[in-house]
């Protein structure tokens, strides 16, 4: 059964920086994408940076060049270093996984099976 679990959410100004952490297990698949999604109240939940198996890398627009999403395999845990972070970024930040691709299937929530129970990030200005 896999398991993911967010921690390294808080307050923090604009401007500043958090490292948010989940550590999965269960977890001894070969290839699968893991991701960073999050939802602010009253919004979808969004995919923010994701990560496959291979190690490659995207971002969504709004938060390249601040955002930097690293696996550690021997850990099993995913990293989401988020810089300069701005009001707009409050949200809950969830992990998710999708198992047995070798490819990440994009942003859309739906394409994956295993999610966390997040952790805030709030920014104040």
């Known amino acids: 059964q896999v398991q993911l679990v967010e921690s390294g959410g808080g307050s923090v100004q604009a401007g500043g920086s958090l490292r948010l952490s989940c550590a999965a297990s269960?977890?001894?698949?070969?290839?699968?994408?893991m991701g960073w999604f999050r939802q602010a109240p009253g919004k979808e939940r969004e995919g923010v940076a994701l990560?496959?198996?291979?190690?490659?890398?995207s971002y969504a627009d709004s938060v390249k060049g601040r955002f930097t999403i690293s696996q550690d395999n021997a850990k099993n845990t995913l990293y989401l270093q988020v810089n300069s972070l701005k009001p707009e970024d409050t949200a809950m930040y969830y992990c998710?996984?999708?198992?047995?691709?070798?490819?990440?299937?994009?942003?859309?929530?739906?394409?994956?099976?295993?999610w966390g129970q997040g952790t805030q990030v709030t920014v104040s200005s």
């Open positions: 990560i496959d198996s291979d190690g490659s890398t």
């Open positions: 998710a996984a999708r198992l047995w691709v070798g490819y990440c299937p994009g942003y859309r929530a739906v394409e994956y099976d295993y």
């Open positions: 269960g977890f001894t698949y070969s290839s699968y994408c």
